[in-house]
Nanobody
Framework: VQLQASGGGLVQAGGSLRLSCEAS??????????IGWFRQAPGKEREFVAA????????YYADSVKGRFTISRDNAKNTVHLQMNSLKPEDTAVYYC?????????????????????WGQGTQVTVSS
């Protein structure tokens, strides 16, 4: 699986951005994978942001983004979106999407970096105050 993250940019606090993660899949179909978004700010560890299970029927969020971010997927287009509203300066980071091929998602598993088998290259999000 190859993942391509896009949609990052510079936005003022309170603004919105929509990130996309497009997958190129061979051998299996896109809906075999759970997809997660993580972010990493300078000098900090990579942290969980949001995830969606294979069907889109289950979504998971970090407490810091709950109510502001929405994750969704379009399996027909091999794409996952992360709609980010009410952005704050502390949301500034490189955002990465990742794919988990295990097929079974739990609230704990989706938050664990080691559960993910494939990672995209990241897209920079900068929120100015």
């Amino acid at each position: 699986v190859q993942l391509q993250a896009s949609g990052g940019g510079l936005v003022q606090a309170g603004g919105s951005l929509r990130l996309s993660c497009e997958a190129s899949v061979s051998g299996r179909t896109f809906n075999n994978y759970a997809i997660g978004w993580f972010r990493q700010a300078p000098g900090k560890e990579r942290e969980f942001v949001a995830a969606v299970n294979w069907s889109g029927g289950s979504t998971y969020y970090a407490d810091s983004v709950k109510g502001r971010f929405t994750i969704s997927r379009d399996n027909a287009k091999n794409t996952v979106h992360l709609q980010m509203n009410s952005l704050k300066p502390e949301d500034t980071a490189v955002y990465y999407c990742a794919a988990d091929s295990y097929g079974v998602t739990t609230d704990q598993s989706v938050r664990t970096l080691d559960e993910y088998d494939y990672w995209g290259q990241g897209t920079q999000v900068t929120v100015s105050s």
